[in-house]
Structures are given as structure tokens and as C-alpha cells.
């Protein structure tokens, strides 16, 4: 597929045909979660009427084909992001369980007292506070790389922060706040020059843009099935074998073990290491779905939309009387934060709703973001491939609706 039929697109994803408060949907809150194909819907569908079975246990045949099912999203996955082994997949909850899992069982055999750990000034919660929790619990210190006026990182900064005590980055590839798509491939190789790992939070960023964790070199990279088409509850954790092999089992339970005694137990390998307990199954097949829905689009394309959309968005809005965009760097993605003179975002955001327009407001889970350009929140316009230009319209008239409503 070379260019996108948008109008057939849309056609793939039910619930875009409904009316709310009696309007049409213009559903603009992608950054927070992605509308599902009905190939996603389908394929939990099938899960439960077909093959509803425990996976990774039983002898039977619908475990084995439930579990031949998950398994063949993680070679998905492997694909996707071109991994080198599928074991170095592991299936979480989403990005913030990713996260977490890192945080904890990484600094569990890495950080001690003393050391440092690098995040930026426009992460979301979640690639801040299971930080902030092991800095707490070793004695580590939390260096925070600081952005400018818009929305970009200080590499400078940043450069200056590495030394012998940092003992891994984390950062995001595109703040869900602002849009900004960081420059992650010089993240990591300045980092790597100096041997410390990085994670890199791509929750934003692998429904839009194309990765290669080989290419990238990056050490972990986290993303959510939700908000790529997918279903919740489901998430990924890529690792290079060498660091997961190296660290110690996140939770302890079934699936995660080899043998258990009272007096010792061992672990299983990779990746079920790091999976205890029963998974989300329907999830975790269901993400498959989603991942051929993207491939058949083609993430090239889909980038390619979504820039044109996001450009006309911004040109858009701009022209609106004091509506100031935050988040204005070089290079964006899908993200269109913005405030209006003499509103709140939240005023705003309701009355768009009476229209029928899904926008999010607030902090968007990045306070610290808020907190640098001095505002309470934004309106956020997220995009995702089934948008239109005739939907920004409708933004943009909305806006202007309820400024005059506002003020
Ligand atoms: N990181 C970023 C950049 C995000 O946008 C989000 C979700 N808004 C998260 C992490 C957390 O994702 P989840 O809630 O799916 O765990």
C-alpha cells in the first residue's frame, strides 16, 4: 500500500461511526488510547469462543494452540522491532509495568548508593516514579536533563551528566505531553560510549514511527498495545539477552519458575523469567492483530499521514487568537498541545465534548512538563492514522466556539 484510503480506514474501526451528546465522533485523545480495528475486536472474539484455555501448562489442545497463539505475538513483536531473539521479548501489562519491571530488577543488581540514574524534563509519570522509588531505596540520585522553551532537550546538558556513576538513562522517543521526538539514537550512543545502558520509553512513539532495536542499539525499549491499535492490559519490554540474563526475576509465581522446594527455588529462562503468573491471553493474542493491522498499512505511510495531518493541525490552530501551542520543536509527532489566553484547558475540553470532539486536559501525566512552562495543563489533540483534515476542522471551529463561549 503506497498512499492510505483514509475513508476505508476508517470503515475498519467501529466505534468511529458513533454519535456523542448527538454529534459525530471526533475522537482526538489518541496519546491516552487508540480506537481498535475489528480485527483486534475479532481476535479476542475468537480467543474466547475458539480456543479459551490457560497457556504455557497444559497438555491439552486448546492450551496448546492458546499458547501457540501468545507465542506467535511475541515472534510478532520480535519482527516489529526487529529484535534479535524472541526471548528477548517479554509480555507485560504495558509501558508502566515495563518500567517498573526495569527500574526494580535492573537497580536491584546495578544501583547502589551514590550512583546516578538520567531521566529528562518531559517524561511521563511512569519513566519518573519507579526511578524516583529506587533512588530512594539505594541512595541513587535522580539527574533530570533539562529541556528548552520548546519542548527540545539540552544535549549539552546531558553530556556533561554522564560520568562512571550513571548507571542507565531512560527517556522517552516522543513526549506524550508535547509531541517532541527526541534525537534517541545520539541518546544512546553517547551513553553507550561510556558503557550505561538506556531505556527508552516508546509509548508514543512505535505506533508512528518505525524501530530497530538492533540499529538503535538500545539497551530496553517499552510500549503499550493500547495505544497501537491494541488492547489493554497488554505491553512489551524488549532487552538485550545480556541484561535481562543479569537480572534477577521481577515477580514470583507460576511460569516464572524451574523447580521449586521449600529450601530453593530456580528460574526459568528467558523470557517466562519475567512473566509469573497467567498473562493476559486475550491480550496478548489480540496484540498480533494490531501489529499486522499496522504492518499492513505500513508504518512509512502512516508517518507520512499523520505529518501532513499534524502540520495542517498546527497551521490551524495557530490561527486562532491566543491559543499558544507548548511543545514546539523541530521534529514532532501526533501531539498538539495547546492554551488559550483567558481559558482553562479543562473549560475547554468540556465544552468540545458537548461537541461530540474527545480532546484530553491536564497535566497529561507529566506535571513536571506543566510546571516548566508555568501553566496547570493543556488541551491535548493527539493524532492517530484514521483522522481527518475535516476532523481538524471541526477541532479548530470547536475551539473557537467555546473561546467565545469562555471569554
Ligand atoms: N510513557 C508515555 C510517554 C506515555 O504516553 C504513557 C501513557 N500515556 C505511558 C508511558 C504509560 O503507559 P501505560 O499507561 O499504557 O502504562
Redesign the pocket.
Known amino acids: 500500500m503506497d498512499t492510505l484510503d483514509i475513508k476505508t480506514i476508517r470503515e475498519d474501526f467501529p466505534i468511529l461511526k458513533r454519535e456523542v451528546n448527538g454529534k459525530p465522533l471526533v475522537y482526538l485523545d489518541n ?2 488510547t487508540t480506537q481498535k480495528p475489528k480485527a483486534v475486536i475479532d481476535a479476542i472474539i475468537n480467543y474466547y469462543t475458539d480456543m479459551n484455555s490457560n497457556v504455557h501448562r497444559g497438555v491439552h489442545y486448546l492450551s496448546q494452540i492458546s499458547t501457540d497463539a501468545f507465542e506467535i505475538t511475541r515472534r510478532k513483536v520480535q519482527e516489529f522491532i526487529n529484535a534479535k531473539h524472541d526471548y528477548e521479548i517479554i509480555i507485560t501489562k ?4 515495563s518500567i517498573n519491571l526495569v527500574a526494580s530488577c535492573y537497580g536491584q543488581e546495578f544501583i547502589s548508593n551514590g550512583d546516578e540514574i538520567i531521566i529528562s524534563a518531559m517524561e ?1 509519570h ?2 519518573i516514579v519507579p526511578w524516583q522509588m529506587i533512588c530512594e531505596a539505594k541512595g541513587a540520585i535522580l539527574k533530570v536533563i533539562p529541556m528548552t522553551e520548546h519542548g527540545e532537550l539540552d544535549m549539552e546538558t546531558y553530556k556533561s551528566f554522564l560520568n562512571p556513576k550513571t548507571k542507565i538513562v531512560a527517556v ?1 522517543y516522543v ?2 505531553a508535547l509531541g517532541t521526538i527526541n534525537p534517541v539514537k545520539e541518546i544512546i550512543d553517547l551513553a553507550h560510549a561510556q558503557n550505561i545502558p538506556v531505556l527508552i ?1 516508546a ?2 512513539a512505535v505506533q508512528h514511527i518505525k524501530i530497530d532495536v538492533q540499529a538503535l542499539d538500545v539497551d530496553f525499549l517499552v510500549f ?1 498495545g ?2 497501537m491499535y491494541g488492547p489493554t492490559g497488554v ?1 512489551v519490554l524488549y532487552g538485550k539477552e545480556y541484561w535481562l540474563n543479569k537480572m534477577p526475576p521481577y515477580q514470583g509465581g507460576g511460569d516464572m519458575i524451574k523447580d521449586v522446594t521449600f529450601e530453593k527455588t530456580t528460574y526459568n529462562e528467558l523470557p517466562f523469567k519475567f512473566e509469573a503468573g497467567t498473562p493476559n491471553i486475550e491480550a496478548g493474542i489480540a496484540l498480533n492483530a494490531a501489529i499486522d493491522y499496522i504492518n499492513r498499512l505500513g508504518l512509512d505511510n502512516i508517518k507520512k499521514y499523520e505529518d501532513d495531518l499534524l502540520q495542517y493541525a498546527t497551521e490551524k490552530l495557530q490561527e486562532i487568537k491566543g491559543l499558544r501551542i507548548i511543545g514546539t520543536a523541530k521534529e514532532k509527532s501526533s501531539v498538539i498541545s495547546f492554551v488559550v489566553e483567558g481559558t482553562h484547558p479543562y473549560d475547554i475540553g468540556v465544552l468540545l465534548d458537548k461537541m461530540g470532539i474527545a480532546v484530553r486536559t491536564g497535566h497529561h ?1 507529566a506535571q513536571p512538563v506543566m510546571e516548566q512552562f508555568h501553566i496547570p495543563g493543556t488541551v491535548r489533540a493527539s493524532l492517530a492514522v484514521y483522522n481527518t483534515k475535516e476532523e481538524i476542522d471541526a477541532l479548530v471551529a470547536g475551539v473557537n466556539r467555546a473561546v467565545a463561549m469562555l471569554v
Open positions: 496519546g491516552a504495558g509501558t508502566t509495568d511521563h511512569s519513566n522517552n513526549s506524550n520509553d509509548a508514543q503499550s493500547h495505544k505491553g501525566c
